[in-house]
Structure formats: C-alpha cells, structure tokens
C-alpha cells in the first residue's frame, strides 16, 4: 500500500506535460505503479480537455489521448535530432538480483549509465535526462545508511523496489517523497536492500561528525 504520494501540483503538472525532464520520469514512475494517482491524474485530463474543448468534444480526445506518446516526445526532444527511440528494456540487475523497471523507466532504460559503488553498501547509477537536474539510481544493500544530509534545494525520492527508513517514516515500493533545505535526514535499510530513485536540484549537505568530510564529495552524488 503506497502511503507517499506526488502533491496534487505535482499531478496537474505531470498531466499538463510541464514537469521539468527529470521529474516527469520521477511522477511518472510513481503514477505507473499507483492506482490511485492514475485515477487521479485521468480525473486531472478530463477536467483539462474539459476547460479547452468544452464538454461535447471532450470525450472522443481524451479517449484518444495517448500520454506515454506525449511523454516520449518530450523526453526525446531531449536526444540528438534523427535517433530513434532505442527498444524498452524492463529488467535492471544489479548484485546478481534482478529488477522489474516500471514501464516508464523500462522506455527510458538506454538513459540509465553506469553503476558505481560508493562507500557503505550504497551504489549509483545516473540517468541521463538532460535540462538542469540529476537524476540518481540509489541502491542500498542490507543495513546499509546513508550519513544524515540536508539538502541545497529539493530532493525527490521514489522507492522503485524494498524498504528503507529515516528518523521520519518507513518508506516502500512506489512512495514518493519530495524534501527541501529544511529537512534533515539519514535513510538507512535495516534487513531488505532498496533501489530507489532520486531526483536532485542541488548538491547534498553532510550535516554531522566525520561525514561532514563528505561535503566536497557530495558531487559524487550530483552528476
Ligand atoms: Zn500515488
């Protein structure tokens, strides 16, 4: 059951198509494996089509409206003029364990880079969305953590598949969290392992003991 959702801007956003690259794939995620925020964001395009077009017409294009065509789209105005969209692949595997991409991710499967290991049981892996943001594949083993950090701008996370937890909440397939400078964290996995994603729009800040030493790295997590 998921408990974290995208705000309801976040939603009109995403319908409206006007989510920054990084954060579409991000909402999108989140609205391939909710129910309740498809519902919602079918709702969102009805209304839309509604204001537009006006009640009559609006039933024929929002039947024929196709969203992961207009996704696609965008994401590929992103890519080199003249390529064509590479074959979805649904599956990443990492530390011998296989991954089911929801199918947002799975058509954006040639944007995931190479994985690197970081220090604690954490890896990354950079997706490659263009515009100004980073997008991050986390994946943490079992008790694994992540020191405690604030943020210079807002952090979106998406659990994609496992548990983790910070001081807050305990977090699971689908949750969507986004926080700001002013939230303070450290996640951490107890006995699952977690592969998430994370978008950030500035660098993470180390906040206590030795990990403030992290800082000048911090950049390891922000390309
Ligand atoms: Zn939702």
New binding site residues.
């Given amino acids: 059951m ?1 408990k ?3 705000s309801e801007q976040h ?1 009109v956003l995403y319908a409206a198509g006007e989510l920054s690259p990084a954060m579409l794939m991000m909402v999108g995620t ?2 391939d ?6 519902a ?1 964001v079918q709702d969102i395009e009805q209304h839309m089509a509604t204001k537009l077009f006006g009640e009559t017409e609006t039933a024929s294009i929002v039947h024929g409206f196709d969203e992961q065509a207009m996704l696609q789209a965008i994401f590929n105005s992103q890519s080199p003029a003249g390529s064509a969209a590479p074959a979805a692949n649904d599956s990443l595997y990492l530390e011998g364990q296989r991954f089911a991409l929801p199918p947002t991710l799975a058509r954006n499967s040639h944007r995931i880079g190479e994985w690197s290991r970081l220090p604690g049981k954490l890896w990354r892996a950079p997706v490659r969305v263009g515009g100004e943001e980073m997008l991050n594949f986390i994946y943490m083993g079992e008790h694994a953590s992540l020191p405690e950090h604030t943020h210079k701008g807002n952090e979106a996370t998406l659990v994609v598949n496992g548990v983790f937890n910070d001081e807050h909440n305990e977090y699971r397939d ?1 949750d ?1 969290m986004l926080l700001d400078e002013h939230h303070k964290h450290s996640p951490a996995t107890q006995d699952h392992d977690c592969l998430t994603i994370a978008a950030l729009d500035g660098p993470l800040h180390f906040t206590t003991g030795l990990s403030r030493l992290l800082n000048p790295f911090s950049s390891l997590f922000f390309k």
């Fill in positions: 998921i974290f959702h995208p939603l989140h609205v494996m909710c129910p309740k925020c498809q919602h689908g969507f």
